[in-house]
């Protein structure tokens, strides 16, 4: 069974531009979260989405944004980076909603220059 | 505001010995505690969780215990092998009333395990 997949792993980019990163769920899970880890703040929770709608969201500036697809995949999209949205950003996945069973992804990892 | 932390950004234990690592939260409406594992350049792996109604959930070399009144977990791993070396996340979520807030994670513990 095909893990989370999320793509790219690395990426590169200047401050301005905006990015879209793109995570794959497992088959059959409709949950999909995304997390910034950073050194200095740790695992931050940034959206949930379910079933297409964005349930939640965390303490991001709104130049953060997602959307999931009625697949379930799901995207995020980043816009006039900023040098500090460098980070390690992770995709998990679940069956439902809540705590249970999140799969992470490897992550993409993005380089604001 | 820190919601969930993990005081000991290291900890190195000798092969064989047991492995303790702690967590401590904030928020009373936290209802549902996870430890996860993860490996430099990859996600974090879901190691084991418990719900706020338990107050302890073993799973093989596992176990976690949790002390609701002290608003304190715990992550046992025994006995500790070389493979266990890594950095060790404890999230905790709001799960009750048919949602999650998402996980809120720890800064982790890089435990070292050492032969």
């Known amino acids: 069974k095909a893990g989370v997949t999320q793509t790219p792993r690395y990426l590169i980019k200047t401050r301005g531009q905006q990015v879209t990163l793109s995570c794959s769920p497992i088959?059959?899970?409709?949950?999909v979260s995304w997390y910034q880890q950073t050194p200095g703040q740790g695992l931050q929770f940034l959206f949930e989405y379910f079933s297409e709608t964005q349930r939640n969201k965390g303490n991001f500036p709104g130049r953060f944004s997602g959307r999931q697809f009625s697949n379930s995949r799901s995207e995020m999209n980043v816009s006039t980076l900023e040098l500090g949205d460098s980070a390690l950003y992770l995709c998990?996945?679940?069956?439902?909603?809540?705590?249970?069973?999140?799969?992470f992804g490897s992550g993409t990892r993005l380089t604001v220059v | 505001d820190q919601q969930v932390k993990q005081n000991s950004p290291s900890l190195s234990v000798q092969e064989g010995r047991i492995s303790i690592l702690n967590c401590d939260y904030t928020n009373s409406m936290f209802d549902y505690f996870l430890w996860y594992k993860k490996y430099p350049a990859e996600g974090p792996t879901f190691l084991i969780s418990?719900?706020?109604?338990?107050d302890k959930n073993e799973d093989g070399r596992f176990t976690v215990f949790l002390n609701k009144s002290a608003k304190h977990l715990s992550l046992h791993i025994v006995p500790s092998q070389p493979g266990d070396s890594a950095v060790y996340f404890c999230a905790a979520s709001v799960v009750g009333g048919g949602g999650a807030d998402g996980l809120t994670f720890g800064k982790g513990t890089h435990l070292i395990i050492q032969p």
């Open positions: 088959s059959g899970h409709r949950s």
């Open positions: 418990i719900s706020s109604i338990k």
């Open positions: 998990a996945s679940s069956l439902g909603r809540g705590a249970y069973g999140y799969t």
